[in-house]
């Protein structure tokens, strides 16, 4: 990620260097919970880039991505002498990038929303065709969805919710959940598929 997103999040400049291969996680978020920019700079430059993906599964473009990646960053640094167990860094970090990203959609209003689609029981779509998609491909086409069939689809198939926390976390119905996901992963098939077609 860009050096300049990072100068964006950090409190304040460092006179005392931190060097990223010498810091182990315990010492990394101890000096993160001190507030130690450099410590948060290292933490950003050690984890921005497998977590902006998460951001932009969820945001569908780059510029709600980049605000996502930010803002979480943000509640990251704020919160981080909160985090218990140090192991659990990782998929603490990612929690908090999927909450700031429902949170911005449903700001939005966008988690709700049910797009116009034709009747979807019978496209007689293929689903070994995502077999041969790259993952590339299948998250770019992901990133296409309609902004609640998207949220339900990342939390439910790659996240792992269930569909209880899920219409929680949403506050939506379970059933309505059930139905996003359904309607997800058969657009999502037609998309993959006019997609391929694309391609041979």
Known sequence: MAHSAYIRLASAPSTTYINPETLDRIELIAACTKKKASAQKVLYDRYAASLYPVCYRYAGNKMDAEDILQEGFIKIFAHIG???????????????????????????????????????????????????????????????????????????????????????????????????????????????????????
Request: no cysteine; glycine share 4%; net charge positive.
């Open 82 to 200: 909160k985090l218990q167990e140090p192991k659990a860094l990782e998929g603490w970090m990612k929690r908090i990038m999927v909450n700031t990203a429902l949170k911005l959609l449903a700001k939005r209003k966008r988690l709700a929303e049910n797009a116009e689609l034709e009747d979807l029981r019978d496209l007689g779509y293929d689903p070994s065709v995502i077999h041969s998609m790259t993952e590339k491909e299948i998250l770019r086409t992901i990133a296409t969805l309609p902004d609640g069939y998207r949220a339900v689809f990342n939390m439910y198939a790659i996240e792992g919710y269930k569909h209880k926390e899920i219409a929680e976390m949403l506050q939506i119905e379970e059933s309505t959940s059930r139905t996003q996901l359904l309607k997800a992963r058969k657009l999502l098939m037609k998309k993959l598929g006019k997609w391929r077609s694309l391609l041979v």
